[in-house]
C-alpha cells in the first residue's frame, strides 16, 4: 500500500483566540480503521470538519486523497462517506427516498442509485423498513440508514463522527458488526470516540487527544502495553474504610489509582496481586481482576487521580 489517504502535519485549528486543534500530525493508510479518542471538546470533530474539507485548514499542512482541501473540496467530498454526529435525515420521506435524494447530489442515475439502496438497506438490516417513514424509525435504525446514506457514492473514506453517541447496548453491538464488516471489504474508516470500548473494538490504529493534541498513538495493544500494566485489581471498601485499607496497600504495586468509589492496582499478575492485598489484611467489599483496557490508558494519560 503506497502512500497514505490522510496525511496531516502540524494541523490546526483556532477560531478567534481558541486553539480548537493544535499542531497535529497523523497519517491515515488505505483500509485501514483509524480512531480519534478524546472527551468531548478533545478537538476531535474540528479535525474531522477539517479532512471532510468542510472547515478550512488555519495553519499546518493537510492532504486528502492525495488533494489539497483549500483548493479541491468539491472533488475530495466527491469520494468521501459522512456519518455526522447528529442525524440529519428528512423525517418527511421514506427510508428508501433519503437514500434516492442523497444519491442525486453526486448525479447518479436512478437507477443505480435504486440498486445500490437495495443493497444498502440489505447490509444495514433496513430492507423491511424501505418504505417506513424516518421519523417512524428507532435511533438504532436511523443510525444505520445514515451509514447506509454515507456509503451510497461508493466512497473511498469513510468518516464516522462519534457514531454510536445516545444508542442502547443492542443496537451498538449491531452498528460495530456493520462497520466491522465494511472494513473487511476494504473500506477506510476514519471514527471518533470518547467511548473507549468502541475505539478497542473498532480501530486498527489510533490517536488520543486531549485539550487539542494528540498524546499518543498506537494500536490499541500497543497503547495498553505501553501506558498500562497486563491486570488491573479493582478493590471497591465499605463506605469510610477506603483510607484505612490504603494504608495496607502502600507498596504492593509500582501504581495505584484511588478513586472515590474505588482503588485500582495495576499489575502484571491480578491474581496474586489480590491475594497479598488479602494476606495484608485489606477487607475490600468487592475484589474484580480484569485485564487492562484503553480506559486505563486514557486515565493514565489525561493525568487523573494518579497516585504514581
Same mark, same amino acid.
Given at each position: 500500500?503506497?502512500?497514505? *489517504? ?12 481558541? $486553539? ?10 488505505? /483500509? !485501514? ?13 474540528? +479535525?474531522? =470538519?477539517?479532512?471532510?474539507? &468542510? ?9 486528502? *486523497? ?13 469520494? %468521501? /462517506?459522512? #456519518?455526522p454526529q447528529e442525524d440529519n435525515l428528512d423525517n418527511e420521506l421514506s427510508v428508501f427516498e433519503n437514500l434516492l435524494v442523497y444519491g442525486r447530489y453526486f448525479d447518479l442515475p436512478r437507477s443505480v442509485i435504486t440498486? =445500490?439502496?437495495?443493497?444498502?438497506? !440489505? ?10 417513514? #424516518? ?10 440508514? $445514515? ?9 473511498? #473514506?469513510?468518516?464516522?463522527? @462519534?457514531? $454510536? ?12 458488526? =456493520? ?6 471489504? /476494504?473500506?477506510? %474508516?476514519?471514527?471518533? +470516540? ?5 475505539? @478497542? ?6 490517536? #488520543? ?8 498513538? /498506537? ?14 485489581? !479493582? ?7 477506603q483510607d484505612e485499607n490504603l494504608s495496607l496497600l502502600v507498596g504492593l504495586a509500582d501504581r495505584m489509582e484511588v478513586l472515590p468509589d474505588r482503588v485500582l492496582i495495576y499489575t502484571d499478575n491480578g491474581d496474586r496481586?489480590?491475594? @497479598? ?7 475490600? !467489599?468487592?475484589?474484580? &481482576? =480484569?485485564?487492562?483496557?484503553? @480506559? ?5 494519560? $489525561? ?6
Open positions: 500500500m503506497d502512500g497514505h *489517504l490522510v496525511e496531516a502535519c502540524a494541523l490546526t485549528k483556532r477560531f478567534g483566540d481558541f $486553539t480548537a486543534v493544535d499542531a497535529i500530525d497523523f497519517t491515515v493508510g488505505h /483500509g !485501514e480503521a483509524f480512531g480519534f479518542l478524546g472527551p468531548n471538546g478533545a478537538g476531535k470533530t474540528s +479535525t474531522m =470538519r477539517m479532512i471532510g474539507a &468542510v472547515s478550512p485548514v488555519t495553519d499546518g499542512t493537510l492532504r486528502v *486523497l492525495d488533494m489539497d482541501p483549500s483548493t479541491q473540496g468539491p472533488a475530495i467530498r466527491a469520494r %468521501l /462517506g459522512v #456519518v440498486e =445500490r439502496a437495495d443493497e444498502l438497506l !440489505e447490509f444495514t438490516q433496513l430492507t423491511e423498513r424501505r418504505d417506513a417513514q #424516518v421519523e417512524n424509525l428507532s435511533g438504532g435504525m436511523k443510525r444505520r440508514l $445514515t451509514i447506509a446514506r454515507a456509503l451510497i457514492n461508493q466512497p473511498d #473514506v469513510l468518516l464516522l463522527d @462519534e457514531p $454510536t453517541t445516545g444508542l442502547d447496548p443492542q443496537a451498538r453491538h449491531v452498528l460495530w458488526d =456493520r462497520l466491522y464488516r465494511l472494513k473487511q471489504r /476494504g473500506v477506510t %474508516l476514519i471514527i471518533t +470516540t470518547h467511548y473507549m470500548d468502541e475505539a @478497542e473494538q473498532l480501530c486498527d490504529r489510533l490517536v #488520543v487527544m486531549d485539550k487539542a493534541k494528540i498524546v499518543a498513538e /498506537g494500536s490499541p495493544l500497543a497503547l495498553i502495553g505501553e501506558y498500562s500494566t497486563r491486570d488491573v485489581v !479493582e478493590l471497591r471498601f465499605p463506605v469510610g474504610t496481586t489480590a491475594a @497479598e492485598a488479602a494476606e495484608r489484611g485489606s477487607k475490600p !467489599e468487592t475484589v474484580v &481482576v =480484569r485485564r487492562s483496557t484503553l @480506559e486505563d490508558v486514557f486515565l493514565r494519560l $489525561t493525568g487523573r487521580s494518579l497516585i504514581d
